[in-house]
């Protein structure tokens, strides 16, 4: 292929050439086990310790506190399921919200299949959770409560300093799933009143496969991994030391270039959104005009499928997603889409684009007109588009 | 994850539109589920298609199989129309995922519907047409929403 914008950051990231290079000694030179006893462990041992001093620190908690995990949806199933186990005899009640990551809905319905209870909160029609709805959720035998930090689809960043200051003067745990904004957006664990969080390394131009759970000092989760003593003895397993020391390296990148680099996202995420909002028609925009991840666009356009629309961009060398059916592999359209409000036809025909670092304002002119030329080509052989057209004539 | 001929139809789909006063026509899906198709015949005195036509909402299979199904009938006979069925517009795709199967019943469908509104219109008995599936909702669940 000659051509290829990639724009579909929030699935994945390219991992950065200064992070793969990072990694590269961990697998042919310092292979050693960080638990053995001789010098020539002795490296890998520190590197590991290293980067856990790099990821407390940029969220402004101890390195105890760090606990790796073999990416995102890990630490999301540890942290409910620790916590529901951990907690039970003070009550089985979870909260948490309509607009998930799978890794957190499954793991709640799986709770649910254990005689837990959980509420899943419905969010506003911005994907916002609404603090009166958590309120009166709150239970005696509430033990949890787990909201993302921001939504991968359509990037809407959830009011966590309140979320967070609620469960805290009720005495109840907070997780949050923090993959998507954690090194795009400053997270600090003590400001927002975070006992758990979640977060990936292949977000951040890190590796995949590694990840992390924050679990602050106190909470009394316990091991989901069994065996060896890694990790506190709280997850076992020979570290992935070039995964650790990639996942690191990313973190500490991302925070040093967090802030120029998303000041131009967000100028070209702007850029995108209202170039494409004012010129093709029967169009909007999903997830809040203002808080919303720097990087992510989310659209639907009316009348055209998802599948259809990312194949025929995919053929001009574009990639994005779509919240479409036939894209989830299901019937039905994104959870986040329904739980926002929009009708299922609506949601069929959502596109998200998430922007990169090295996104320039060429690719978006050419994503736009490319854009505009195949949705005007899917909606003239669209039967809804000729339904209403005859209509409103 | 599409065969070569899924993805012909789908980037050159044939016969995409509509015919004014057609002989039948047929829609069926629903928007909900996130596919739609709608077929025009164009039939003569001698119940040949002479013509076809189609529109239709949905992934990349659904609109490959439409044009495929429409490729397969025209210039048919209404009774040799009655022979292309999900699997032979299949066949003729070099195949489809599983999950994808559903589209080319959906053409299948389509024509049926088309061939029957066509029956109906000509007062005529077509052998082995069923009434099709009334499952596409006409007008209902209106948006609200102002874009
Ligand atoms: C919000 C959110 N949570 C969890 C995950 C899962 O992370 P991983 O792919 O590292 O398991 C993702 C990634 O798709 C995500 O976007």
Redesign the interface.
Known sequence: MEKLIYLDNAATTKTAPEVVEAMLPYFTEDYGNPSSVYGFAAKNKSAVDEQREVIAEALGADAREIYFTAGGSEADNWALKAAAEAYESKGRHIITTKIEHHAILHTAEYLESRGFEVTYLDVDENGVVRLDDLRAAIRPDTILISVMYANNEIGTLEPVVEIGKLAHENGILFHTDAVQAFGQIPVNVDACHIDLLSASGHKLNGPKGIGFLYIRKGVKIRSFVHGGAQERKRRAGTENVPGIVGLGTAVKRAVRTMEERTEKERELRDYLIGRVLAEI????LNGHGTERLPNNANFSF????G??LL?RLD?KGICGSSG???TS?S?D?SHVLLAIGL????A?GSLRLTLGEDTTREDLDYVIDSLKEIVAGLR???????DYIKKNK | MYSAKVMDHFEHPRNVGEIENASGVGTVGNAKCGDIMRIYLDIDENQIIRDVKFKTFGCGAAVATSSMATELVKGKSIQEAMQVTNKAVMEALDGLPPVKVHCSLLAEEAIHAALWDYAGKHDIKIEGLEKPKADIHEGEEEEEEEY
Not at chain 1, 302 to 305: A, G, L, M, Q
Not at chain 1, 343 to 346: A, I, K, R, Y
Not at chain 1, 380 to 386: K, R
């Open positions: 028609p029967y169009c909007r009316r009348f055209i499928e599948e259809s194949i053929m479409s059916a036939c592999g019937l359209p009708p299922h036809e609506t069929h003239e052989m669209s039967p809804l588009y000729e």
